[in-house]
């Protein structure tokens, strides 16, 4: 699996998941990735900007391609350690690091005040040249 940012920055995460969720005083869509630890905290955190997240390309293995727009709410980035292998009678269960980095779902209203804020920056801009 593989995901294009808005800014052309592509991921491989290992899974991608959607829920809906309580962030910020509202519930909403909210789509998880999942990499593993070597893709770093710091790398991941400086990708999942608003900005970046204006459109989200998901490509499956299958080549099917599932684009998500206006994810720039950020509701979470963690790295913890999860069981990749449940514990048999012989052995053990196996555990991995893993970032997971939540990306929510802005609302029709704050599409709508960030369209409007765009349009007076064009507006102003034009003015000044």
């Known amino acids: 699996m593989n995901m294009k940012l808005s800014d052309g920055t592509v991921l491989s995460p290992i899974l991608a998941t959607g829920e809906n969720r309580f962030v910020q005083g509202?519930?909403?869509?909210?789509?998880?990735?999942?990499?593993?630890?070597?893709?770093?905290?710091?790398?991941?955190?400086a990708a999942f900007t608003a900005a970046n997240c204006?459109?989200?390309t998901v490509t499956d293995d299958s080549g099917a391609e599932y684009i998500h727009k206006g994810y720039?709410?950020?509701?979470?980035?963690?790295?913890?350690?999860?069981?990749?292998?449940?514990?048999?009678?012989?052995?053990?269960?196996?555990?991995?690091?893993?970032?997971?980095?939540?990306?929510s779902q802005r609302t029709y209203t704050e599409s709508q005040l960030?369209?409007?804020t765009d349009t007076v920056d064009t507006l102003v801009m034009d003015a000044l040249m």
Do not use: H, W
Not at 26 to 45: H, K, W, Y
Not at 82 to 94: C, S
């Open 26 to 45: 509202r519930n909403r869509d909210t789509l998880n990735f999942i990499f593993p630890v070597s893709a770093g905290v710091e790398t991941l955190d």
């Open 54 to 56: 204006e459109s989200i």
């Open 72 to 103: 720039t709410v950020r509701a979470g980035l963690k790295k913890e350690s999860v069981e990749v292998t449940p514990a048999t009678g012989e052995a053990d269960a196996v555990y991995e690091d893993r970032i997971t980095v939540s990306m």
């Open 114 to 116: 960030a369209s409007l």
